[in-house]
């Protein structure tokens, strides 16, 4: 038989071809995945045991990536700040009225312990759109949480 002729009789059982049918809603279940390559710095190396990995999650947000991470490591805590507090060291020397260049800071919930951060491909997340950063096979996203030694 035919290979085309195979697919227009299979395409006829089905109902017409998949430009005759309606689309089928999107589910959770059909939501790509997308495979970065994460390294890690200082304490979140020690947590996750690895200082480079390969990870596949659902979806194509830093979120999503965020989200599933942290399912599989318990690092949020470590990582993310829930409160303006939480994100700000109280050592930071006070912020002038007018600051050079642009500044970019996530909402609160969505930033980074002092001295932890999250960036793509060598750039701050912040200036990539924060969480809702879109992410790509390839990826490189890294997790910095240095070691801090002081006097």
């Known amino acids: 038989m035919d290979p085309n002729r195979a697919a227009t009789a299979a ?11 309606p689309s089928a ?7 790509a995945t997308t495979t970065v390559t994460v390294r890690c710095t200082g304490h ?4 996750v045991g690895a200082h480079e990995l390969e990870f ?3 979806g194509d ?10 399912d599989e490591y318990d690092l949020e805590e470590m990582l993310i700040a829930e409160t303006e507090a939480d994100a700000t060291h109280s050592g930071w020397a006070p912020v002038p009225d ?18 932890a951060r999250v960036c793509i491909n060598g750039r701050f997340n ?11 096979d390839g ?3 890294a997790l910095i949480y240095p070691f801090m030694f002081c006097c």
Not at 126 to 136: I, K, M, N, P, T
């Open 11 to 21: 395409e006829e059982r089905a109902g017409g071809t998949t430009a005759d049918r």
């Open 25 to 31: 809603p999107v589910t959770d279940r059909d939501a």
């Open 44 to 47: 979140v190396r020690d947590a």
């Open 56 to 58: 596949t999650f659902e």
């Open 61 to 70: 947000r830093l979120r999503d990536f965020l989200e599933s991470f942290f």
């Open 98 to 115: 007018d600051l050079p260049g642009t500044w970019r800071k996530n909402p609160e919930g969505e930033q980074t312990r002092p001295y």
């Open 126 to 136: 912040e200036h990539l759109g924060g969480f809702e950063a879109e992410l790509v």
């Open 139 to 141: 990826d490189r996203v």
